[in-house]
């Protein structure tokens, strides 16, 4: 009971109450309601969670006990100590929502900082403090967007997670919003395609960039200019990507998403992360989400404080942008951290050594019998699709039963997609890693042949 | 009305204001084979360097502990926010969330290489249902909105899988938290408020003539967020039932019931939790949070993919689920917020969950007590009691010039920091508040004190708190009248 203070003094407390129990406080619970005990394992000392736990983890690998090169979305970078340390001053995590702006400066300031950093990444005037991830991120842009032109049909890519159909499905169906799926060409979204789906009815447009295969999307540039300036463009990214390709401020996005997860955030079996979300100031007020401005104290001096909350559930009820309330927010500034940690240097050499490291794994793959990558023709990060003439399950399991988690399955998530796997690297590889993993692509496909 | 309280009080720059050029705070792996930009990307989509700070790694340090030195969270002191929960963060449970192996734990690796953590969310899931009485849990959900949300998507389909499809109506108190209405609208219902009845109670009245053959659900919360137990919960529970509603329970004021009474022994059809209060996860300045959602039998084929299943030894993520609602977010919720809640029941076990809540609500009976007969509650039910929170109210200072936003800054003054304020909406300059069970008496009396001690203030000394805080009052007006949003807008004033 040592989180417990009060445990000990409770009959002093009650005494000075003029009560003589505990259970007088109790007494408004209607007897038959009351339950007689909890059907829980007893409690059991640090010691013995510690212990737990080290048995727990040993019952799990992570990619620190195994070569990894799975991607979709959740990539295992580095996370500088520094970073760590920041994340761990307690003044910081065991606050809440600055509702107190004067004595919640340090998180005010955190959070602002993100906004500001976040903003240049994407090139986007306004950047909220988070969404709960990737997912929730698209399907809250789906519904701004409804508020922006008041239309009832979203344009999504025909390859994309099963899961964010799912959530997007979940989030946009309660405002009577109806989607259609633009197909694909050679790996991303079809041009052609698009233009004849972009009716009246059609509220916007959502692209990846880049998207499930780890391709930038070929006609990202080109997109807008065939919308109608109502229809929304929605444009979902990875942020370490923009540490060297063009940010979508700068080829029209109205709304951006995306997770700050490859931001140093550990991946952590699948979060906490926090979802970006990006609009520019001139549809501030249809955003959801909480926004940090800065202003003035009564004596002056910079200050900063929640702003825009008229948006928000807490004064707005049902007529609210969203519902959320309890957000990420210490996972943005662990991205932040990260950022700044980076700087303007680092971040575009980690971005250049990334896309570099894989380019150099994809032509390693290539040149194995009976391998293609990247299988579709494009441009790509640390990511990217490979094909091969066996059954990609088989081969992915031969490698898992030799060690090495080599890459993820798409038919998972679309038959589109059959015959088809996506290799992810990091900074977090050597070059043994490599060699271990092309080692164990030839030995498994040889064993399925 | 003195105090020796100072926060700390720098002029922190801002990080792009400070460093030098070329200054890093890290360092990269060698990689030999970098190549030309101009090889990796096509012309159109080259950008320039982000303008991101140039700072070293003892800059970027001191930068992040000056602004914790200007903060304030459950370490600092008592946080008696009502409605939030802020109870303390046991450490240990930090500890074992940064585990090396969870950290770096994909979440589409195989099952059989993840067992371990399947594990402890296998436990979490059967741990809540006890806890709140129900059949079966999903931990999807990132936080208390987002389990209202996802438990409203489960009555929506209920209805739809019954036939019934005219029910598109939520009702809520007037007192509920405003994350419900909100949530009701953007899972597709209409929402019906109606109004509490003079102790603060469900007006049973109001409640009749609201239900219908339209009503989907009834959302409340028990204690409601005036701290008050819901006596007539039978009778609520009866009528939402024959009505052929759904009953839900908001389980943000669950910290007062644990091991005393259970929503599924109450009638509620779908709860959530709020892992980030009952259960003592961090905060984190406004999230991560969990939002677990349990129901009962009826509707645990509804819950999201996917279930943590036990097959014999071991355990998988049930995908197999035809009638589910499908996906409230990525993957299975966020784990790491998870694994310190599991922590928190582990350690606490049965009886000391029980504990928790009588201690908490102990707790801020025993603040009531000091406080009441100075700072009026004007809604009493006849036993008196209240539980885990209890609602104040500051406007008999009205005459004195002063406010509950008032109150609060010279609370700050003190290094104590605030109730609620202005919420629930039925009470006027509201002063909501919420010890939990980890406050010391010692402290639960400087508090009680010092809010005895505020009630005597002139309009001047009101007017001009805070002072011993890192800012002075901030001009809340100004943020939102001329919106500065990042750096360079602040650059360009």
Redesign the interface.
């Known amino acids: 009971?040592h989180?417990?203070?009060?445990?000990p003094?409770?009959e002093?407390?009650?005494g000075?109450?003029g009560l003589s129990s505990?259970e007088d406080?109790?007494?408004?619970?209607?007897e038959d309601?009351?339950?007689k005990?909890?059907?829980?394992?007893?409690?059991?000392?640090?010691v013995e969670?510690?212990r737990?736990?080290d048995?727990?983890?040993?019952?799990?690998?992570?990619?620190?006990?195994m070569p990894?090169f799975?991607g979709?979305?959740?990539y295992?970078h580095?996370i500088?100590s520094?970073?760590?340390?920041?994340m761990?001053?307690?003044?910081?995590?065991?606050?809440?929502?600055?509702?107190?702006?004067?004595?919640?400066?340090?998180?005010l300031?955190?959070?602002?900082?993100y906004?500001?950093?976040m903003?240049?990444?994407l090139k986007m005037?306004?950047?909220n403090?988070?969404m709960?991830?990737?997912?929730?991120a698209i399907g809250e842009a789906i519904?701004m967007a409804k508020r922006m032109n008041h239309r009832n049909v979203f344009l999504l890519p025909e390859i994309m997670a099963r899961?964010?159909f799912?959530?997007v499905?979940?989030?946009i169906?309660?405002?009577?919003i109806e989607t259609r799926t633009v197909p694909f060409k050679d790996g991303t979204m079809d041009l052609d395609a698009l233009k004849g789906m972009l009716t009246g009815e059609v509220s916007g447009v959502y692209i990846e960039n880049p998207n499930i295969l780890g391709l930038?999307d070929k006609g990202?540039?080109e997109i807008r200019s065939i919308m109608e300036s109502r229809q929304v463009l929605v444009v979902g990214v990875n942020p370490m990507t923009?540490?060297?390709?063009?940010?979508p401020g700068?080829y029209g996005a109205d709304i951006v998403v995306g997770d700050v997860q490859p931001l140093g955030v550990?991946?952590?079996?699948?979060?906490?992360t926090?979802g970006i979300f990006a609009v520019s100031?001139k549809n501030?007020r249809k955003m959801p989400g909480?926004?940090?401005?800065?202003?003035?104290?009564?004596?002056g001096?910079?200050?900063?404080?929640?702003?825009?909350?008229?948006r928000?559930?807490?004064?707005?009820?049902?007529?609210?942008t969203?519902?959320?309330?309890?957000?990420?927010?210490?996972?943005s500034?662990m991205a932040?951290?990260y950022?700044?940690?980076?700087?303007?240097?680092?971040?575009?050499?980690?971005g250049?050594?990334l896309?570099?490291?894989g380019?150099?794994l994809a032509g390693r793959i290539d040149e194995l019998e009976g391998f293609r990558a990247p299988a579709f023709a494009g441009?790509f990060f640390n990511e990217f699709p490979v094909s091969v003439d066996v059954s990609v399950s088989g081969l992915l399991k031969e490698c898992?039963n030799r060690g090495v988690?080599a890459g993820?399955d798409l038919s998972r998530e679309t038959d589109l997609l059959e015959g088809t796997f996506t290799v992810a690297t990091t900074?977090m590889h050597t070059n043994a890693d490599y060699e271990k993993l092309l080692e164990v692509l030839v030995k498994s496909r040889e064993v399925l042949l | 009305m003195s105090s020796d309280f100072r926060?700390a009080r720098y002029?922190?720059p801002?990080?792009?204001e400070k460093?030098k050029p070329?200054?890093?705070?890290?360092s990269?792996?060698p990689?030999d084979?970098?190549?030309d930009?101009t090889?990796?990307?096509?012309d159109?989509?080259?950008?320039d360097?982000?303008?991101?700070?140039?700072?070293s790694?003892p800059e970027?340090?001191r930068?992040?502990?000056?602004?914790?030195?200007?903060?304030?969270?459950?370490?600092?002191g008592i946080?008696p926010?009502g409605s939030?929960t802020?109870?303390?963060?046991?450490k240990?449970n930090?500890k074992?969330?940064?585990?090396?192996?969870?950290?770096?734990?994909?979440?589409?690796?195989?099952e059989d290489?993840?067992?371990?953590?399947l594990?402890?969310m296998y436990e979490l899931q059967e741990?809540l249902a006890?806890?709140g009485?129900m059949d079966a849990c999903t931990l999807q959900p990132?936080?208390?909105?987002?389990g209202?949300?996802t438990g409203l998507?489960i009555a929506r389909k209920y209805h739809e899988l019954r036939g019934d499809m005219t029910r598109d109506e939520v009702i809520v108190p007037d007192s509920a938290?405003?994350?419900n209405?909100?949530?009701?609208?953007?899972?597709?219902?209409k929402?019906v408020e109606i109004r509490s009845a003079p102790d603060g109670t469900v007006d049973l009245e109001a409640l009749g003539e609201a239900l219908s053959e339209r009503t989907a659900v009834f959302m409340i919360t028990n204690p409601s967020t005036l701290g008050?137990?819901e006596?007539n919960?039978?009778g609520i529970q009866k009528a939402c039932h024959e009505a052929g509603a759904l009953l839900y329970y908001d389980g943000a004021n669950l910290n007062a019931?644990?091991?005393?009474?259970?929503p599924g022994?109450?009638g509620f059809d779908i709860m959530h939790f709020?892992l980030?209060k009952t259960f003592?996860t961090?905060?984190?300045?406004?999230?991560?949070?969990a939002?677990p959602v349990a129901v009962t039998e009826k509707l645990a084929g509804l819950l999201p993919v996917p279930v943590v299943v036990k097959d014999g030894n071991l355990f998988r993520l049930d995908y197999d689920r035809p009638d589910s609602?499908?996906?409230?977010?990525?993957?299975?919720?966020?784990?790491?917020?998870l694994i310190r809640a599991w922590?928190f029941?582990?350690?606490?076990?049965?009886?000391?969950?029980?504990?928790?809540s009588?201690?908490a609500?102990?707790?801020a009976?025993?603040i009531r007590?000091r406080i009441e007969d100075v700072y009026p509650v004007p809604f009493r039910?006849r036993?008196e009691?209240t539980?885990h929170e209890f609602v104040a109210s500051a406007s008999f200072l009205k005459e004195n010039g002063g406010s509950a936003k008032d109150v609060?800054?010279m609370l700050?003054d003190r290094g104590l920091?605030?109730p609620?304020?202005y919420?629930p909406l039925i009470v006027d300059e509201a002063l909501m508040i919420e010890p939990t069970?980890?406050?010391?008496?010692e402290e639960l009396d400087r508090f009680s004190d010092a809010l005895l001690d505020i009630a005597t203030a002139t309009a001047e000394q009101f007017s001009s708190a805070?002072r011993n805080?890192?800012?002075?009052?901030?001009?809340?007006v100004?943020?939102?009248k001329?919106?500065?949003?990042?750096?360079?807008?602040?650059k360009e004033e």
């Open positions: 009971m989180y417990l203070p009060n445990d003094v409770a002093e407390m009650l000075k109450m505990m406080l109790f007494t408004d619970i209607p309601m009351r339950v005990r909890l059907d829980l394992p007893p409690g059991i000392s640090e969670l510690v737990t736990v048995k727990m983890m040993k019952e799990s690998r992570g990619a620190g006990d990894m799975l979709c979305g959740f295992d580095f500088p520094a970073v760590e340390y920041v761990s001053r307690s003044e910081l995590y065991t606050s809440y929502t600055p509702y107190q702006p004067e004595m919640s400066q340090g998180i300031q955190a959070l602002f900082e906004q500001s950093m903003s240049d990444i005037d306004v950047v403090t988070s709960y991830d990737y997912h929730t519904l899961e964010k799912q959530v499905e979940n989030y169906r309660g405002a009577g930038f990202a540039m923009l540490s060297i390709a063009k940010p700068d550990p991946i952590s079996y699948g979060g906490p926090a100031m501030v909480r926004i940090i401005g800065a202003t003035k104290d009564a004596e001096r910079r200050a900063f404080a929640m702003t825009l909350s008229t928000e559930q807490h004064i707005r009820r049902e007529r609210a969203s519902n959320i309330c309890t957000n990420e927010a210490l996972t500034i932040s951290a950022l700044a940690s980076l700087g303007k240097g680092g971040f575009r050499e980690l250049l050594q896309a570099s490291r380019r150099y441009h898992r988690l993820y900074e | 926060q002029s922190e801002l990080l792009i460093g070329g200054r890093v705070g890290t990269l792996p990689w084979e970098i190549r930009i090889e990796l990307l096509p159109d989509m080259i950008r360097p982000v303008n991101l700070p140039e700072i790694e970027l340090v930068h992040y502990v000056k602004l914790s030195q200007m903060n304030y969270g459950t370490d600092s946080y926010l939030c802020m109870k303390y963060n046991p240990i930090d074992i969330a940064s585990h090396p192996t969870l950290q770096r734990m994909h979440p589409l690796q195989p290489t993840v067992q371990g953590v594990r402890m741990s006890e806890i009485g990132a936080a208390g909105a987002a209202e949300f998507l938290h405003g994350t209405p909100a949530s009701s609208v953007m899972a597709g219902f929402v008050i137990f006596k919960i039978r019931l644990m091991g005393k009474a259970r022994d109450m709020n980030h003592s961090p905060h984190g300045g406004g999230g991560p949070g939002g609602i499908g996906k409230v977010k990525g993957f299975f919720g966020n784990t790491g917020v922590a029941i582990r350690m606490m076990g049965g009886t000391g969950l029980t504990r928790v009588e201690l609500v102990l707790n009976s025993y007590k039910t036993d009691l539980k609060s800054k700050v920091h605030p609620t304020n919420f069970e980890s406050e010391t008496m805070p805080s890192s800012v002075a009052r901030v001009d809340e100004l943020a939102a001329k919106l500065i949003l990042n750096w360079n807008q602040l």
